[in-house]
């Protein structure tokens, strides 16, 4: 893990303890052909694109806080096949309805 705001790597030990028991789920998983990876992100309209992190080649967007207008969550599912169809969601904050409740 990187440790914001420093350029050195650590390890948790409470973490390092559920890598085994993650590890034979994701064989499992991948033995059954169902293993799916799902992510989620955000947009923020006053983000802006920066280098940043240890690596000054790789783009990455600033933080915004929450405050500084409407946020976009962007939520996808996908497998070694590629995208999963109808599992793309982008969500609006500020907007009502059941379907803009993505913990569901």
Known sequence: MINIGERFIFERPDLTRKWAPYLSA????RANNCFVYIDETWVFPSMTKKKEWNNNTILRFVSASKNKGR?????????EHGIVPGCTKVLINGRTGADQDYHH
Do not use: K, P, Q
């Not at 994701?26 to 998983?29: G, H, K, P, W």
């Not at 946020?71 to 497998?79: E, L, S, Y």
């Open 26 to 29: 994701v064989e499992r998983a």
């Open 71 to 79: 946020r976009a969550i962007v939520i996808g599912a996908i497998t």
